[in-house]
C-alpha cells in the first residue's frame, strides 16, 4: 500500500495515557500517538478498535501539520485486521487528506498489542521498518493533540502572513525607489544637459568684421576716385557704390546669422521646459516614496551599442557626467560597459536592472571595452543618488535663461549695428556717387 505521509516520519514520541479498567486488563476506549518531525509535533493518530474474537475492525483518525505548513489536515480512515494472541495485523481503507492526496491501499501493517500499548511496525520509504507506539488513551487527549497542532499552524500562518506582508511591502518599497530614481535620474540629466552651455555667436562676429573690412575698402576707393582725373571720377564713383552695396551683403549675411542663432536658442528653451516638467514629474512621485533611501549612481547615459561599437553587446555610453563616479574611472563616451559586479550587461535594460540590486555606495567590480578596443576592469565605488532640489532647478535654468539672454542680445545688437553700418555706407555712396556723377 501507500504509506500515509505521517508515517514515513521517523522520530515518534509517546503520548503516555492511563490505562482504564481494573489490573490494566480491560481495552481502553483507544491508542494515541504523536509523531514530531525536526523536533516538533507534525501529526497526532487515534485508533479505536473493536475485537470479536480473532477479528478486528474500527478507525482511524489522524490529522496532519506538514513541516513549515499552515494548515492542517484531518483524515478518518476504516481499518480492518486480526489479533492472534499479542500480534496485530491491520489494513488501512480509505484515503488520506493531506496535501499530496495520498490514497491508502490494502497494504498490510503488523504489530503487538500488550495491555494497553499498541505497537505497529510502519513501513518507511527506504523499505525499512519504523516501530510506533500507540499509548491507551482517549477522544478528549487526540482533541488536545488536535488543538496543539492548530494553534502551531495558526502561528505558523500568521507568520507566512506577515512575511508575505513584509516580502510585498519590500517590493512595494523597491518599485516606488525605481520610480523615484529613474525620475530623479532623468531631471539630473537634463541639469547636466544644461550644464556648460554655449550658443555660438562667432558667426556673427566675423561677419561684422567682413562689413568693417568692406566699408574700408569703400572708403579706400573714394580716396583714389577724389584723386582721380575728371573723366575717371564718375565711373570710379560707381565702384564706390558697389563697395556700399558689398556693406549692404555683409548686412544681410549678419541678418542670416541672427536668424542662426536664434533657431539654436530653440533648443536650451527646449532643454529648460524639459527639465522643469521632469522635475514637476519627479515632485508628484516623491510624496509616495517617503522612505526612499536613494539609489545607487554611476554617472553614464548609455544606449545599444552601435554598429561601430568595439562589441557587439553591453550598453554603449554616450556621456559621462562631470565629478561622477564613472568620471572618476576614466569612463568616457563610446565606452561599452559588459559587466556589474560579475552580473554580464548585454543591453541597457541589463545595466539599469544590475543597478537596482546594488545599493548606493556600495563598491563594484566594472568591466567595459573603451572605443578603441581595449577591455578594462576594475572597481568602482557607485555614489548615492541625491534627490535634485528646487534650487538646483532653478539655478540650472536661469543659467541656460542667462546664456540665452546673452546670444539674442549679441545677435539684436549686431545686428543693429550692422544695418546702421550698411544704412550710413549707402548714404556716404549715394552723395558721392551725386558729387562725381552730377
Known amino acids: 500500500m501507500k504509506t500515509p505521509r505521517w508515517l514515513l516520519l521517523a522520530t ?31 501529526m497526532v493518530a487515534f485508533i479505536q478498535l473493536t475485537v470479536s474474537g480473532a477479528h478486528l475492525s474500527g478507525t482511524w483518525s489522524e490529522t496532519l501539520l506538514p513541516p513549515g505548513g499552515t494548515e492542517t489536515y484531518a483524515s478518518q480512515l476504516s481499518l480492518t485486521g486480526t489479533l492472534s494472541g499479542q500480534s496485530v495485523t491491520m489494513t488501512l481503507h480509505g484515503t488520506v487528506n493531506d496535501p499530496e492526496g495520498s490514497t491508502v491501499g490494502t497494504g498490510t501493517i503488523s504489530g503487538t498489542l500488550v495491555g494497553t500499548t499498541l505497537t505497529l511496525a510502519v513501513p518507511q520509504v527506504d523499505g525499512g521498518l519504523t516501530s510506533v507506539v500507540f499509548a491507551g488513551s482517549d477522544t478528549a487527549a487526540y482533541d488536545r493533540a488536535v488543538n496543539t497542532l492548530e494553534a502551531m499552524a495558526g502561528t505558523a500562518s500568521a507568520s507566512a502572513q506577515a512575511a508575505a506582508q513584509a516580502s510585498a511591502s519590500a517590493a512595494q518599497q523597491a518599485a516606488l525607489d525605481a520610480q523615484v530614481t529613474a525620475a530623479a535620474k532623468q531631471v539630473i540629466t537634463d541639469i547636466d544637459g544644461l550644464q556648460g552651455l554655449t550658443i555660438s555667436t562667432q558667426a556673427l562676429a566675423q561677419d561684422l568684421l567682413a562689413q568693417q573690412k568692406d566699408l574700408a575698402t569703400m572708403r579706400s576707393d573714394e580716396a583714389a576716385t577724389v584723386a582721380d582725373s575728371p573723366l575717371e571720377q564718375c565711373g570710379d564713383a560707381d565702384t ?156 540650472a535654468a536661469a543659467g541656460a535663461q542667462a546664456v540665452i539672454s546673452q546670444a539674442t542680445g549679441t545677435a539684436s545688437q549686431d545686428l543693429s549695428q550692422a544695418q546702421a553700418v550698411a544704412s550710413a555706407a549707402a548714404t556716404e555712396a549715394a552723395n558721392f556717387v551725386a558729387e562725381y556723377c552730377g
Not at 268 to 295: M, R, Y
Not at 345 to 362: C, H, K, N, Y
Request: charged letters at 10%; hydrophobic letters at 40%.
Open 12 to 42: 515518534t514520541t509517546l503520548l503516555a495515557g492511563a490505562a482504564l479498567g481494573c489490573g490494566g486488563t480491560t481495552a481502553p476506549p483507544g491508542y494515541l500517538a504523536q509523531v514530531h518531525s525536526g523536533g516538533q509535533l507534525s
Open 240 to 395: 564706390v557704390q558697389g563697395d556700399a552695396d558689398t556693406v549692404q551683403g555683409d548686412a544681410d549675411t549678419v541678418q542670416g546669422d541672427v536668424e542662426t542663432v536664434n533657431a539654436a536658442v530653440g533648443g536650451p528653451e527646449a532643454a529648460i521646459s524639459s527639465l522643469q516638467s521632469d522635475f514637476a514629474k519627479l515632485q508628484a512621485i516623491e510624496p509616495t516614496d517617503p522612505e526612499f533611501s536613494g539609489g545607487a549612481y554611476l554617472g553614464v547615459d548609455v544606449a545599444e551599442v552601435s554598429a561601430s561599437a568595439p562589441v557587439t553587446a553591453g550598453a554603449q555610453i554616450t556621456s559621462v557626467v562631470a565629478d561622477s563616479p564613472a568620471a572618476g574611472a576614466g569612463l568616457a563616451a563610446g565606452d561599452v560597459i559588459t559587466s556589474l559586479d560579475g552580473v554580464g550587461i548585454g543591453s541597457t535594460d541589463d545595466l539599469s536592472a544590475a543597478m537596482a540590486q546594488v545599493p548606493g555606495g556600495e563598491t563594484v567590480d566594472l568591466s567595459w571595452v573603451d572605443a578603441s578596443g581595449p577591455h578594462h576592469s576594475g572597481t568602482i565605488t557607485l555614489g548615492t543618488l541625491s534627490l535634485p532640489t528646487q534650487a538646483q532647478v532653478n539655478a
